[in-house]
């Protein structure tokens, strides 16, 4: 037996403006502020693993620098003399933290980084410097929050349009 269910798309139209409408007056703010412990936790394992987020291995310290540093009380790790740049974007409470999330009629904008003076001179690198790429980027496996988010502003209004 074979049922035939016609679906007429003019009616599936104002279904779908419904749905453009809501998801376009999602608080993408709010869903981008969900993202923000995943760039910590990212940078922390940058940090750790003294790699660039793409995954290349940071330069190792000058011999100058590991001599300079064995008589002093800093750390031995690379990037983190003092513990600022690396608290900068792992700590929210970090005063040089930058998380920034700007919002628009249709469109929300993390800004993500360090205060940090010098953290651009080892993110790009100089004449005199090499690049250490340090700040994490939002990962694709990581946009599954704002999927989520978008979803669960879809599937109510699927529920009230054919709830029987």
């Known amino acids: 037996m ?5 679906i007429d798309i003019d ?6 403006a419904d749905m453009e ?3 376009k007056a999602l608080e993408l703010g709010r869903t981008l502020n969900k993202l923000l412990p995943k760039l910590r936790k990212h940078n922390r394992q940058l940090f750790s693993a003294e790699e660039s987020p793409t995954g290349e291995r940071w330069a190792p310290l000058a011999r100058s620098t590991i001599r300079r540093r064995k008589n002093a009380t800093s750390s031995s790790k690379i990037l983190v003399r003092t513990g600022r740049l690396k608290a900068s974007l792992t700590s929210p409470n970090s005063p040089d933290n930058v998380a920034n999330i700007v919002n628009s009629s249709s469109k929300a904008t993390l800004f993500w980084g360090s205060r940090v003076p010098y953290s651009k001179f080892h993110q790009r690198g100089t004449k005199r410097l090499l690049a250490r ?3 994490a980027t939002i990962q694709s496996k990581d946009l ?3 999927v989520k988010d978008i979803v669960a502003t879809i599937i109510p ?3 009230r349009r054919y709830r029987k």
């Open 21 to 23: 409408k809501k998801i």
């Open 133 to 135: 790429p340090h700040i």
């Open 144 to 146: 599954d929050i704002v």
């Open 11 to 16: 009616e599936l139209a104002p279904i779908i």
């Open 2 to 6: 074979v049922i035939v269910t016609p």
């Open 157 to 159: 209004i699927l529920k």
